[in-house]
């Protein structure tokens, strides 16, 4: 059974950075296409980032775009999610998510994805 764990976030001030990280277990990493969603007090999940299975595409929400940096490291099953100049709109619960894949087709639909990680806090104070 695929499981996600995530580490990382906490609390920062605005312009500040944090990284998130996710660990895949009981699965291959690397067959999987892997995405950060977000969901702040009172709101829908928003898509925030997705990265495909081969590192070679990755789509990052326009309200992220230019701050946040999503890569992997197949070798350590890890999907990491950097985030530069944190304002206070992305505080948010963090959830990294994963969809098995071969075709290399970009996932920004909650539903589209398969497993997802426990969640964590991120909160930017002004």
């Known amino acids: 059974q695929v499981q996600l764990v995530q580490s990382g976030g906490g609390l920062v001030q605005a312009g500040g950075s944090l990284t998130l990280s996710c660990i895949l277990s009981?699965?291959?990493?690397?067959?999987?296409?892997m995405g950060w969603f977000r969901q702040a007090p009172g709101k829908e999940h928003e898509f925030v980032a997705h990265i495909s299975w081969s590192s070679r595409t990755t789509h990052f929400a326009d309200s992220v775009k230019g701050r946040f940096t999503i890569s992997r490291d197949d070798a350590e099953n890890t999907v990491y999610l950097q985030m530069n100049n944190l304002k206070p709109e992305d505080t948010a619960v963090y959830y990294c998510a994963a969809i098995w894949d071969s075709t290399g087709s970009y996932y920004a639909t909650r539903d589209e994805y398969d497993y997802w990680g426990q969640g964590t806090q991120v909160t930017v104070s002004s």
């Open positions: 009981g699965g291959i990493f690397s067959n999987y296409n």
